[in-house]
């Protein structure tokens, strides 16, 4: 049965979209926790923006089972997500939160942080997500609170505990995990989690494939192309957990991120030697990209801002 699970998993995109009812009414998590592979766990978010209909989570927060203890992956979009989160995996294992890792400085990665500290697990990110986050803490929070509403109760502006730069290396029960700063792609202090014996890599914000990718204003698109080529690529994973979306493989999530972006920066340098302006810029052709969740929400706004970042290049 996990066989044919998987199977199905890798075969294709399972539909998350925001046109879909929430999957797990019981509980203020979008889906379920479901073991991709043995022992690693993940809640995958609606491929919507966050609402108060999903409680913000639409990203994906998975955990590592360990067999000395429990890693998790993203502290949630808030306080009542992090402690739904616990009791899913308190049905699954006896074993002890040991430690919280941020995937970037954003709400949906940190703004959770505050219930984990309260049950005295250290929070680890990297030093530039917990500058990003320290600067624009009271703005994500705020953000959070007008659509999540009552939801948002006990949610903190809790930072991570622990940072580091480069690497850190975790040996716990029968796992050997790398959390990895690739270099720079989707946000400030990106990191991805690679577990190399099982060639599993949680991606975060590196990889995406069910929802169209988000081109931030501080994202740099051609530096997010050169560490997919050098660092993340090359990492060889058998198995990708995206940031946001069902687990998939490479290709999949090579084709909906590296492909678009080269896409994307070629219809605009296109655009840009004809002499386009910004105004139209924003209307180049990503029909290709039409299917995409958040594809409404983003498609323009990506455009714009790759036009901003390559006119100076």
């Known amino acids: 049965m996990r066989a044919l699970i998987l199977l199905a998993l890798l075969a294709g995109p399972a539909l998350a979209s925001e046109d879909i009812a929430d999957q797990y009414p019981q509980s203020p998590l ?12 993940s809640a995958i978010g609606a491929t919507a923006p966050p609402t108060y209909e999903n409680s913000g989570h639409n990203n994906n927060l998975s ?5 000395d203890g429990v890693i ?17 995996i308190k049905a699954v294992t006896d074993q002890p939160v040991r430690l919280v890792i941020n995937e970037n400085g954003q709400g949906h990665a940190m703004l959770g942080n505050g219930y984990w500290a309260e049950q005295g697990v250290p929070i680890l990110a990297h030093a ?13 929070l705020e953000s959070m609170k007008r659509y999540n509403r009552d939801k948002a109760a006990g949610t903190t502006t809790q930072g991570p505990t622990e940072t580091f730069t480069g690497k850190y290396a975790i040996e716990m029960g029968t796992m050997k995990i790398e959390v990895l700063e690739l270099g720079p792609a989707h946000s400030p202090g990106d990191i991805s989690v ?10 975060g914000d590196m990889a995406f494939h069910e929802r169209m990718l988000p081109i931030f204003p501080d994202t740099c698109t051609s530096c997010w192309l050169e560490t997919w080529e050098t ?11 995206p940031g946001h979306g069902h687990p998939t493989n490479m290709a999949q ?33 990503q029909s290709e990209w ?5 594809y409404e929400e983003l498609a323009t706004k990506n455009a714009g801002r790759v036009y901003e970042e390559m006119e100076f290049e």
């Open 290 to 294: 039409l299917h995409l969740d958040t």
């Open 30 to 41: 979008y889906s379920k926790p479901v073991e991709f592979i043995p022992g690693v766990w």
């Open 231 to 241: 660092a993340f690529e090359p990492l060889g994973a058998l198995y990708v957990i």
């Open 128 to 140: 530039d997500a917990a500058d990003e986050f320290a600067e624009n803490a009271f703005g994500i």
């Open 253 to 285: 999530v090579r084709r909906y991120t590296y492909d678009y972006l080269v896409d994307l920066r070629a219809k605009i340098g296109a655009h840009l030697d004809n002499g386009g302006d910004l105004a139209e810029a924003y209307y180049v052709d």
């Open 72 to 88: 998790v992956v993203n502290g949630g979009a808030a306080y009542i997500l992090a402690e739904a989160l616990h009791r899913e």
């Open 194 to 203: 690679w577990l190399p014996e099982q060639k599993l890599v949680i991606a």
């Open 63 to 67: 955990f590592l089972v360990t067999g």
